[in-house]
């Protein structure tokens, strides 16, 4: 006897993929990130969450997708993290280096970040995946006094190399070779994550 086929949970395909694609683009920009899950997803999507896991890995996995990123920062920073802390600048400006060096991972990133400026949306987004998954997880590696804020003082030296470099193209930065961008600013990377003494840290 033949059984009607049921109205369970779709399988995977290119449609299906895409489908959640932008579901998942949709429901960040109008959420946040916090606040969206791979099951919320998964379920408007009509699938199953291991589908979505499937596709995508995790959360910062299927953020990076539907905004079309081919390197996604977040993971990226997660592989490096590993490792002793004295030398985590010289691992994050090697990535952050190697990855705009690339058009095809750059080329994304330069206009996620353009769109940033333009679409609120976008920017707050934007800036809450930086600081959950990237600056707030630096802190958690380097913990100690100030941990958060000495993280936010790296990620600015970062942001702004970024955009000196590689969005607005200012020469010569725009042009130096990868060495000489590591000599200028690893000694303010290092400075940027070593604990204040206490004085310091009550003067501020």
């Not at 996995?61 to 004295?86: H, I, M, R, S, Y």
């Not at 100690?144 to 936010?152: L, Q």
């Not at 303010?188 to 070593?194: D, K, S």
């Amino acid at each position: 006897m033949n059984k009607s086929p049921g109205r369970g949970r779709r399988t995977g395909s290119p449609d299906t993929r895409a489908e959640i694609l932008g579901i998942a683009r949709r429901r960040f920009l109008a959420e946040g990130y916090q606040a969206v899950t791979l099951r919320s997803v998964a379920a408007e999507a009509g699938v199953d969450v291991a589908l979505v896991s499937y596709f995508f890995g995790s959360k910062k996995g299927l953020f990076g997708a539907a905004l079309a990123l081919a390197t996604n920062p977040a993971e990226q920073l997660a592989l490096v993290l590993e490792g002793d802390v004295e030398t985590l600048p010289e691992r994050v400006l090697s990535q952050v280096l190697a990855v705009w060096a690339e058009p095809e991972s750059a080329a994304p990133l330069r206009a996620m970040l353009g769109g940033a400026a333009q679409d609120p949306a976008l920017g707050v987004l934007v800036s809450e995946v930086l600081q959950r998954e990237m600056t707030d997880r630096i802190a958690a590696r380097i913990g100690g006094a100030d941990a958060r804020r000495r993280a936010c003082e790296f990620a600015a030296q970062l942001a702004g190399l970024i955009m000196v470099r590689h969005v607005l193209r200012l020469e010569p930065l725009a042009s130096l070779p990868a060495d000489e961008i590591a000599r200028t600013y690893l000694p303010l990377l290092r400075h940027a994550l070593r604990p204040r003494p206490a004085a310091q840290r009550a003067a501020r």
